[in-house]
């Protein structure tokens, strides 16, 4: 059973650091994307982040750009966002969703619609 839970959620104050956490189980993230997606209250779902394991592509929202950093742990089977440099505006619950394969951008961005699995989502909250 395919199942992704994150975590490393919580307040942080501007200017701060997070790290979160999406960890996999039930499958092994070799030839999956794997992507961070947000979505804050009143607002549509965005995709922040995405790494394709098959290929080793990466992306970033032009919001997080320099700011945010995927990575994966093989081992851990995990995949994390560190958040740096944040913003009120960062405040979000943020979601780890995968699919296999690769991963495309329509219009420089990700689409929700493309990820088929996804974790409970992990609130963020940026305020001082």
């Known amino acids: 059973q395919v199942q992704l839970v994150e975590s490393g959620g919580g307040l942080v104050q501007p200017g701060g650091s997070l790290r979160l956490s999406c960890a996999a189980s039930g499958f092994t993230l070799d030839y999956y994307a794997i992507a961070w997606f947000r979505q804050a209250p009143g607002k549509e779902r965005e995709g922040v982040s995405c790494l394709s394991t098959t290929d080793g592509s990466t992306y970033y929202a032009d919001s997080v750009k320099g700011r945010f950093t995927i990575s994966r742990d093989n081992a851990k089977n995990t995949v994390y966002l560190q958040m740096n440099s944040l913003k009120p505006e960062d405040t979000a619950v943020y979601y780890c969703?995968?699919?296999?394969?690769?991963?495309?951008?329509?219009?420089?961005?990700?689409?929700?619609?493309?990820?088929?699995?996804w974790g409970q989502g992990t609130q963020v909250t940026v305020s001082s």
């Open positions: 969703a995968t699919r296999k394969g690769v991963f495309g951008v329509v219009r420089g961005r990700l689409r929700e619609v493309d990820f088929g699995s």
